[in-house]
């Protein structure tokens, strides 16, 4: 079965990047039904979308307005995962970041991370 | 502010059915397939319904979706205490050209 297995520090300091890896197995990241996605949250914010990659013949990003300026989602095909990078961090990054498959066709979430919280503070 | 208003608490004592509602706009709910979520505390939403009314293999038939208009709807019929979890709507919007989720609803089996 698809499986999405989250890596990354849970501390990060103000002004810095933020950077979390999922590692996915039972699936490709290149997989042309589906997109890679990066979901977060808090408290405050609630379930916050923040961006995805896929693959078409070619590759896409598609970022949340929030954080267009700040995010970097890539995939690494030799090692089939995707990661995220959130430049410039602020206490308002605050929160539990999950990876998620999205099968194009339903719109959906079907296959979750196990979540990484990551928390903001010098 | 969630852009799917759900209600925050929802409750209901066993064996009994609780509809859950997810309001939106004709950007979203209104032109677009909605999904709902199951979520435990410290664990990662688990997804109930795609497509609308489409239960993935392993999803109780006890959970059903409807959607009407800009709004949808999760229905728990036969309520078990391990119904008791936060739930979710989503769906994608055209206007902000991403997905949307609804604030949750917190399910409480009395």
Same mark, same amino acid.
């Given at each position: 079965?698809?499986?999405?297995q989250?890596?990354?520090?849970?501390?990060?300091?103000?002004?810095?990047?933020?950077?979390?890896?999922c +590692?996915?197995?039972g699936?490709?990241?290149s997989?042309?039904?589906?997109?890679w996605?990066w979901i977060?949250?808090?408290?405050s914010?609630?379930?916050?979308?923040?961006?995805? &990659?896929?693959?078409?013949?070619?590759?896409?990003?598609?970022?949340? &307005?929030?954080?267009?300026?700040?995010?970097t989602?890539s995939?690494?095909?030799?090692?089939?995962?995707?990661s995220?990078?959130?430049?410039?961090?602020?206490?308002?990054? &605050? +929160?539990?970041?999950?990876? +998620?498959?999205?099968?194009?066709?339903?719109?959906?979430?079907?296959?979750?991370?196990?979540g990484?919280?990551?928390?903001?503070?010098? | 502010q969630s852009?799917?208003? #759900?209600?925050p608490?929802?409750s209901?004592?066993?064996? #009994?059915?609780?509809? @859950?509602?997810?309001?939106?706009?004709?950007?979203? @709910?209104?032109?677009?397939?909605?999904s709902w979520?199951?979520?435990?505390?410290?664990?990662?939403?688990?997804l109930?319904?795609y497509?609308?009314?489409?239960?993935?293999?392993?999803?109780?038939?006890r959970?059903?979706?409807?959607?009407?208009?800009?709004s949808a709807?999760?229905? @728990?019929?036969?309520?078990?205490?391990?119904?008791?979890?936060?739930?979710?709507?989503?769906t994608?919007?055209?206007?902000l050209?991403?997905?949307?989720f609804?604030?949750?609803?917190?399910?409480?089996?009395?």
């Amino acid at each position: 079965q698809v499986q999405l297995q989250q890596s990354g520090p849970g501390l990060v300091k103000p002004s810095q990047t933020l950077s979390l890896t999922c +590692a996915i197995s039972g699936d490709s990241v290149s997989s042309n039904i589906a997109a890679w996605n990066w979901i977060r949250q808090s408290p405050s914010r609630g379930l916050e979308w923040l961006g995805r &990659t896929y693959s078409r013949s070619k590759w896409y990003n598609d970022y949340a &307005t929030s954080v267009r300026s700040r995010i970097t989602i890539s995939p690494d095909t030799s090692k089939n995962q995707l990661s995220l990078q959130l430049n410039s961090v602020t206490p308002e990054d &605050t +929160a539990v970041y999950y990876c +998620a498959r999205e099968v194009i066709m339903t719109q959906a979430f079907d296959i979750w991370g196990q979540g990484t919280m990551v928390t903001v503070s010098s | 502010q969630s852009v799917l208003t #759900q209600p925050p608490s929802a409750s209901g004592t066993p064996g #009994q059915r609780v509809t @859950i509602s997810c309001s939106g706009s004709s950007s979203n @709910i209104g032109n677009n397939y909605v999904s709902w979520f199951q979520q435990f505390p410290g664990t990662a939403p688990k997804l109930l319904i795609y497509t609308n009314t489409q239960r993935p293999s392993g999803v109780p038939d006890r959970f059903s979706g409807s959607k009407s208009g800009s709004s949808a709807s999760l229905a @728990i019929s036969g309520l078990r205490s391990e119904d008791e979890a936060d739930y979710y709507c989503a769906t994608w919007d055209d206007s902000l050209s991403g997905p949307v989720f609804g604030g949750g609803t917190k399910l409480t089996v009395l």
